[in-house]
């Protein structure tokens, strides 16, 4: 706390009086960068582009965050996100692949919620492996956006089998 007080210019007991103790801060610091994430999805024009351009976009979001707060996930792990807050980051992104699986974007022996949360895993698996950080921003998000994609088109030749147990 000493050497956050020092490098914002105040003294401790003024950090103190905002931010009683270290988790505190953190957790702050986490909102934030939540509150930003999900402003910046709403911004993205989700609704506006094709289905693919979409996920590229929520991708390029998601590691150009994942860099600006690459520390503060190290330090503080994945953050207690609200459950307004939690709403607000995925009403974009689900309906944004409600509209993939309308138009025939995704294959369709998987639901939209399923694609959803599988592309979620790929996203938080790249995070978790600091995919940003070893390969650069844009060809991190560039290389989650293909391998999503390819994997969850409508395939061209194969007939489509349903999986067992998935919706």
């Known amino acids: 706390m000493a050497e956050v007080a020092a ?3 105040v003294g401790r007991t003024t950090l103190y009086r905002y931010f009683p103790s270290r988790e505190a801060l953190l957790d702050t610091l986490s909102q934030e960068a939540c509150a ?3 402003d910046r999805l709403a911004d993205a024009g989700l609704d506006g582009v094709a289905v693919p351009e979409g996920v590229a976009r929520v991708s390029r979001i998601a590691m150009g965050q994942a860099a ?3 520390a503060l996930m190290r330090v503080h792990g994945k953050p207690d996100v609200p459950d307004e807050t939690a709403r607000q980051l995925t009403a ?3 309906a944004l692949f409600a509209r993939g699986s309308a138009d025939g974007t995704w294959r369709t022996d998987l639901g939209p919620d399923t694609l959803l949360d599988l592309y979620r895993a790929l996203l938080e698996g790249a995070l ?3 995919l940003h950080a070893k390969l650069g921003v844009e060809p991190a998000a560039a290389a989650i956006t293909s391998l999503f994609i390819h994997g969850a088109q409508t395939p061209r030749f194969a007939p489509e089998t349903p999986v067992q147990g998935v919706s």
């Open 7 to 9: 490098a914002a210019g």
């Open 36 to 38: 930003e994430l999900s």
């Open 68 to 70: 600006k707060y690459q």
């Open 92 to 94: 974009p992104l689900t």
């Open 128 to 130: 978790g492996q600091s």
